[in-house]
């Protein structure tokens, strides 16, 4: 399963390439450096699809009490921490020539920003090893928290910068229909990378917590 | 529910205030932030009220990890958090009670700070007082209830205040901003902005909530 979903992933990217850098024109006020764009805004979606998951499968955790579900949340949140963390980067690196500023105090890159902080604190405390025997419950119920408090970050950091540029409202809708394929095809590419990468580390993380389990049966 | 909470309250607030140690410890931890902050200016130099009250708040966080890290290490001893796991009472009375005397220590040290907002960094109140309490109030019942949970969280660690920090701080975010907007409104006596208030309260609101359903899961015997 996940060696078919990395050799898929590995022609979708490329795919992606080619109508990133051939199909799809070159943005005439911003020049070569919109091609970002491209890697950008998937990483971002899929970002916060994972922090999606990291809920979900949080509350799975809490209703069927099944150590899978935190795997593939502890999956999910390291994914989403990689994601957004790159998003924020590029993100910089496309403001940068264009506004002439590595970071603006935009609702969205805030609410981003904050998301990472809270899922990489979620991070530490699966490595911490808080909660002892009951540590698969106590990351639920933060992958819960963290997860409602999206809503909240993003409307209080709305009302806090209340001027905020309006490149990214006008960039959905004022897209050339090339742009808009391109931009459709590395998201699906990238969605196809997620999700190999998501089968990989939770398999990963399964396989590592029955190796734990072999070594504490000899133990016992 | 009520009932064991005020209990709980009442017990934890005996202990920490007895000799109060950690009160005194909470109160001089904010009034050294105060304090601090106030060197980044130069004498004479006036303080805009905007930071003035964010500095109040992050002095009010930093009392809050103590506090709440404080109360949850009452019960590590001794097997007693097994004792109050098994009590014939509901889970969540634990984590109001730890909320209800973790506000109220709180408030006591935001009283101290207050007065040391006013005396270092020479800020005023020139809006209505009402309207200040009750932004300190709702965010503090916010932060509380958060706080309460975020505490039993990380109860049984050595490293819990830092463990905490990490936590706790990018979660408040959206409180903390509506406390910041609402008490520099205030200082100066301008536009408070009501709505900042209806976020702090939707936040208080959804935590507890969200704190009622999990708290059972997190709070148990096990170690």
């Keep these: 399963m996940t060696a078919v979903l990395a050799a898929i992933a590995a022609v979708a990217l490329a795919t992606a390439q080619w109508f990133i850098w051939v199909y799809a024109p070159v943005e005439e006020t911003m020049g070569v450096v919109q091609k970002i764009f491209y890697v950008h805004l998937p990483m971002s979606i899929w970002a916060m699809a994972s922090f999606l998951v990291v809920f979900v499968c949080s509350v799975m955790v809490l209703v069927k009490k099944d150590d899978k579900w935190d795997r593939l949340a502890g999956a999910a949140c390291e994914l989403g921490v990689l994601f957004a963390g790159l998003a924020l980067v590029t993100g910089s690196i496309w403001g940068k020539p264009i506004w002439n500023v590595w970071w603006t105090w935009d609702p969205r890159l805030t609410t981003t920003l904050i998301m990472w902080f809270v899922y990489a604190a979620y991070l530490i405390l699966r490595q911490s090893g808080v909660g002892g025997e009951r540590g698969p419950v106590v990351r639920a119920a933060l992958g819960v928290v963290a997860f409602l408090d999206v809503p909240l970050v993003f409307f209080s950091a709305r009302k806090w910068r209340s001027i905020h540029p309006t490149v990214f409202g006008a960039q959905g809708g004022g897209l050339e229909p090339e742009m808009l394929t391109a931009i459709l095809v590395s998201l699906a590419a990238m969605g196809i990378f997620w999700a190999a990468l998501l089968s990989l580390r939770s398999r990963q993380l399964g396989q590592a917590s029955a190796i734990r389990n072999v070594f504490l049966h000899q133990v016992r | ?223």
């Excluded at chain 2, 004792?83 to 634990?94: D, E, K, R, T, W």
């Excluded at chain 2, 205030?186 to 935590?207: C, E, K, P, Q, S």
């Design chain 2, 1 to 223: 529910m009520l009932g064991p909470a005020l209990r709980i309250a009442a017990k934890d607030l005996r202990l920490c205030l007895r000799g109060a140690q950690g009160l005194a410890q909470t109160a001089l931890l904010g009034l050294l932030i105060i304090f601090v902050f106030s060197l980044s200016r130069k004498p004479g130099e006036e303080v805009p009220a905007l930071a003035a009250a964010a500095i109040f708040w992050l002095s009010t966080l930093f009392a809050q990890v103590l506090v709440y890290s404080g109360l949850y290490t009452l019960e590590e001893g001794n097997g007693s958090r097994l004792g109050l796991a098994m009590s014939p009472i509901a889970p969540q009375s634990v984590w109001l009670g730890k909320a209800l005397a973790g506000l109220t220590l709180v408030l006591c040290c935001q009283v101290v700070f207050a007065v040391a907002v006013a005396a270092f960094l020479g800020q005023g109140v020139a809006g209505s007082p009402a309207l200040g309490l009750a932004c300190v109030l709702i965010v503090d019942v916010g932060l509380s209830s958060l706080g309460s949970l975020m505490g039993a969280l990380a109860s049984g660690k050595t490293s819990r205040e830092s463990l905490l920090t990490v936590i706790f701080f990018p979660l408040i975010i959206p409180v903390l901003l509506s406390g910041i907007r609402v008490l520099e409104g205030v200082v100066t006596g301008g536009d408070a902005g009501l709505d900042w208030l209806g976020i702090a309260a939707a936040f208080a609101a959804v935590f507890s909530a969200a704190a009622l359903i999990l708290f059972p899961f997190i709070y148990t015997g096990e170690e």
